[in-house]
C-alpha cells in the first residue's frame, strides 16, 4: 500500500498578480490558488478591469484571501470613500500608504472595520540613497519603525515593510499586527527593481506573517510548480 504525502497546507505567502491583462492574470490565480493562502490584486489589474474582475480572478485561485493593494494616499475624506467603494469585495487586506498620515489611515480603518487596513511603511525598493532624495535621511529602519507606530495607533491591523526591518517592527508592535514582508526573492533569484530583500525562509524566520511575492512566480515557466516548491520549502 503506498501511503499519499500529507497534503501541504497552504503557504502564507501572497502572490502578487501583476498582470498585463485579465486572462494572464486568471491562468496564474487558478495555477498559484493551490499553494498559497493569499492573492493580491495591485494598481495594474484593478484599474484595467475594475471590481468584476477581481471577483474573477479570486473564484480563479479557489477562493483564497484577497490582498487589495491600491496603496491608497490622500485626504482622509477621499480615502474614506474609497474604501467604502471596495467593501463590497471584502478584501482581507486593504493597502494605504502610512506616510498618508494618523487622520487618513483612521478614515480608512473606520470605513472598513472588517478589512485589515495595511500601511505600506517605506517602499521595499527604496534604497538609502532614494530616501535621503525625497529628505527621509536616516536609515530606513527609523522611518519604519516611526511610520509603524504611528500606523498602529490610527488603526493599521497588518504593516508592509522589508524583511530587513521586520524583526525590529515586531518588537516595536507586539504579536497581533500582521506583518507583511514584499521585497522576497529565493536564492539566486533576479531582484528586479527591489532592493531590499530576503529570502522567503530569512522572512519567515525574522517574523513575516506573510510574504508578498511577484514575478519569481509569476515569471517562472511554471508558476504552480514555482509556488509549490516555495511552499515545501517552507514547511519543512
Ligand atoms: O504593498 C505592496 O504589496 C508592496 C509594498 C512594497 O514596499 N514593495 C512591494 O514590492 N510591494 C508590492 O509587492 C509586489 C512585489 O512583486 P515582485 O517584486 O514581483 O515580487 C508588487 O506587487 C509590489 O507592488
Known amino acids: 500500500m503506498t501511503i499519499a504525502p500529507a497534503p501541504i497546507a497552504p503557504a502564507p505567502i501572497a502572490v502578487a498578480l501583476d ?43 479557489g477562493g483564497r484571501d484577497l490582498f487589495l493593494d491600491l496603496k491608497l494616499h490622500d485626504i482622509p475624506n477621499t480615502v474614506a470613500g474609497a474604501a467604502r467603494s471596495v467593501a463590497g ?31 505600506v511603511t517605506v517602499l521595499t ?10 529628505g527621509l535621511a536616516g536609515p530606513a529602519l527609523d522611518a519604519v519603525r ?43 533569484a533576479a531582484l528586479g527593481d527591489q532592493t531590499r530583500v530576503a529570502t522567503p525562509e530569512q522572512a519567515l524566520a525574522d517574523g513575516a506573517d506573510l510574504l508578498v511575492i511577484g514575478r519569481p512566480l509569476t515569471g517562472a515557466a511554471d508558476p504552480g510548480a ?5 511552499a515545501a520549502a517552507l514547511s519543512v
Open 125 to 134: 525598493s527604496m534604497s538609502e540613497q532614494d530616501l535621503g532624495d525625497i
Open 89 to 119: 469585495l471584502a478584501p482581507a487586506y486593504l493597502t494605504v500608504h502610512a506616510t498618508g498620515g494618523t487622520a487618513m489611515i483612521r478614515a480608512a480603518a473606520e470605513a472598513l472595520p472588517q478589512t485589515r487596513i495595511t500601511a
Open 226 to 230: 514555482a509556488a509549490a516548491a516555495i
Open 146 to 188: 516611526r511610520l509603524s507606530v504611528l500606523s498602529v495607533a490610527a488603526g493599521a491591523r497588518a504593516l508592509v515593510c522589508s524583511p530587513h526591518e521586520v524583526a525590529a517592527v515586531r518588537a516595536e508592535v507586539g504579536p497581533d499586527i500582521r506583518l507583511i514582508t514584499p521585497g522576497v526573492r529565493p536564492a539566486g
Open 19 to 61: 498582470a498585463p491583462d485579465l486572462d494572464t492574470a486568471l491562468h496564474w490565480a487558478e495555477a498559484v490558488g493551490p499553494h498559497v493562502s493569499t492573492l493580491k490584486v495591485g494598481l495594474e489589474l484593478y484599474l484595467a478591469h475594475g471590481h468584476d474582475a477581481v471577483r474573477r480572478v479570486r473564484g480563479a485561485g
